[in-house]
């Protein structure tokens, strides 16, 4: 696989790195002129590129091959997870980016503690770029701002898209057997959520799901749970 | 919920706790005597305590209730991966604690780079234990020492448990479909394991399992790969 480089406009025949891209060709990967390089601009898109000139601080790239990418050939998953606190929230966006995840909502709910600023979703916006080039993936994982568990619950519905709720407990009946719409993963706080949430989220028809014998940390649960969520839609086209 | 203490002697009518344990409980929770705590031994087995005795130091508890725990429902899942670097190591080993992997084998490949010594294998108990009190489990993942990738395999074969390799590429048929043995679950290094090494488990007639359109980290294939198997084999009782 050549080196992998994120690039907003790929659809020309001459292309630029931003300085943080431009940084890791030229100050870690020293890549040369005449280096051939893949670009993805995070729609699926790529193209084929060679390193045409460098100065100390940007990359100028000529582009030789433009690939549409497919379309997506699953329903879509959006993770609203309340923010752990420190690295975990890192750790937690690097793996559901990995896994495909297709959009990622800051949660807050009663009993979160962490409202993370926009610098912090902003430098997150790097650690999605990091895992797609780094697993291969040509989709941004989207980060919206902090948004409250109403207003998610409520844009759901008007966007038809199914919910889930990761709540300790019985899980809904076949919850897990079919996942064939567009779905919202719902992930509470250090805490959990309040039973007034969890009977908040069943007025929008939302499923349960549960791990058995277990609490899970937020990151664990989003991880293990968008895995099976994302297995369950691969599975179902 | 109580907090909770690992203890590996709770079948008395006494118990004391160990010396990272009493810390915890002393220093961090201070607690005082009279307070009712819950035990669990790592065997399923837990105990109501009430803190009878304290020093600087130690801690000593009467126990009043005893319970032996159910025997395990399901399959058991032994993760063996080639460990992450760093922080990331503690990491997986945190999150397969939570989803309540059974055993941990450090996998040595070609390609692996990381070789933990004794010292650190010991240090991750303290995370398995950490773990354990946080995710309300009573099953100690159990670690062993890093093992040679054919030593796996044949001690697999031995113990009849079937086996599954993470590996891109085209699925097995079904691999992922039924789940109703004891299971060894194989990730690679960086770089992935060699063409040999795969040969050398579809001998083994292990099963591929694949991520699609991605090349997981090592620590989300371990997480994302074990919450799969571990929901087929909650599924399969």
Known sequence: ???????????????????????HAL?????????K???????????????????????????SEHHPGTPLQRPQLVVAAAPPRGDRFKAM?????????????????????VDPRQSK???????????????????????HESMEFSVVL????TKKRSIQIAHPGEASAGSM?????????????????TREEVLQATDYSARRIVWP?????????AVAFAGLLLNQMHRSV
Chains 1, 2 share one sequence.
């Open 93 to 113: 966006v690097e793996k559901l980016t990995e896994l495909g995840v297709d959009e990622f909502i800051p949660l807050r709910t009663v009993r979160s503690v």
């Open 213 to 221: 014998d277990s609490i899970l940390r937020i990151e664990t649960a």
């Open 1 to 23: 696989m050549s080196a992998r480089f994120y690039c907003s406009e790929i659809g020309g025949q001459t292309a630029q790195l931003d300085d943080a891209e431009s940084h």
């Open 177 to 193: 057997t079919s996942v064939t719409a567009d779905t919202v993963l719902l992930i509470g706080p250090e805490g959990g959520f």
């Open 121 to 143: 979703l902003d430098k997150l916006q790097s650690t999605v770029i990091g895992a797609m080039k780094q697993s291969g993936r040509n989709r941004l994982m989207t980060i």
């Open 37 to 63: 390089v893949e670009l993805f601009d995070g729609t699926g898109a790529t193209a084929c590129a060679t390193i045409a000139e460098v100065t100390r601080k940007t990359i100028s790239l000529t582009v």
């Open 154 to 157: 409520r844009q759901a519905a």
């Open 27 to 35: 100050h870690v990967l020293r890549l040369p002129v005449g280096d």
